[in-house]
Structures are given as structure tokens and as C-alpha cells.
């Protein structure tokens, strides 16, 4: 009875291994799936950030030019200056927003390129037969155990 149950019991563990190892990959396709739709979504969000900043700061511009004219200043030296200081600081502002937009982007892509490599992982012959052969090889230490 002894060696039958040890048959039995390396046989589930084998199943069960692979049964495991298959679940786990379909997760990390569903997880791929997830983080390229969540790269996708920052790259939309990230757009729509950068183009409503590019709206805003274009108003800013246009309200410190108009203001300058309705209040009779030349449009040179000091004025000019802090109309171009203003630009700069949105330039800047403009190149982090599109940095933070690219990392979030690229952040992303780099989890499901991770969920793809477990995926090839998980369903690779190498490591089944790997898993493998230690269940048979602990299966067969317990049945030669039974036999005495």
C-alpha cells in the first residue's frame, strides 16, 4: 500500500505542478495585458496634461502682453524680460511634465515586458522538466523508502 501511495502522491504533485505553473502564466498575460493598457492610458493622460499646460501657459503669455499694452508699457527691456523669464519657466516646466509623462510610459511598458518573460518562463520545457524531475526524484526516494 505504502509504494501505491507514493505513486499517487508524485503523480498529484506533478499534475498539481503543472496545473500551477499554467495558472500562473495566464495571470501574467492577463497582468501583460493590464500594464500595456496602463502605458497606453499614460500616454493618453500624459498628452492631454501636456496639451492643457501648453493652453494654460499660452493664456499667461497672452494676459501679461495685454495687460502690458493696456497699461501703456513698451514691450522692451524690463517688461520683455519678464515676459521671456515667464516662457522660460514654462519651457522648463513643459520638459518635466514630458519627462514625468515618458517615465510613467516607459515604467509601465517595463512591467508587462516582465509578465511577458514570466510568462515564457512558467511555460518553458526547461523548468517544467526541471520541476519535474525533483518530484520524480522525491517520489522515487519514498517509494524506495515503502519497499524496505
Not at 506533478?14 to 500551477?20: F, K, M, R, T
Not at 514691450?75 to 515667464?86: C, F, K, P, R
Amino acid at each position: 500500500m505504502g509504494a501505491e501511495s507514493a505513486v499517487v502522491g508524485t503523480t498529484l504533485q506533478l499534475v498539481g505542478n503543472a496545473q500551477a505553473n499554467y495558472d500562473q502564466a495566464k495571470a501574467e498575460l492577463q497582468n501583460a495585458a493590464f500594464f500595456e493598457a496602463q502605458r497606453s492610458v499614460a500616454e493618453i493622460a500624459g498628452q492631454r496634461e501636456l496639451d492643457v499646460f501648453k493652453r494654460q501657459g499660452n493664456e499667461l503669455i497672452g494676459e501679461q502682453t495685454a495687460a502690458y499694452s493696456v497699461a501703456g508699457v513698451d514691450l522692451s527691456g524690463s517688461a520683455l524680460n519678464q515676459l521671456s523669464q515667464t516662457e522660460g519657466r514654462l519651457m522648463e516646466e513643459e520638459a518635466a511634465i514630458r519627462m514625468g509623462n515618458a517615465l510613467d510610459e516607459k515604467l509601465a511598458g517595463a512591467r508587462a515586458a516582465q509578465s511577458r518573460r514570466a510568462v515564457k518562463n512558467l511555460t518553458s520545457l526547461g523548468r517544467n522538466l526541471l520541476q519535474s524531475g525533483t518530484i520524480i526524484a522525491g517520489g522515487a526516494k519514498d517509494y524506495y523508502r515503502t519497499q524496505g
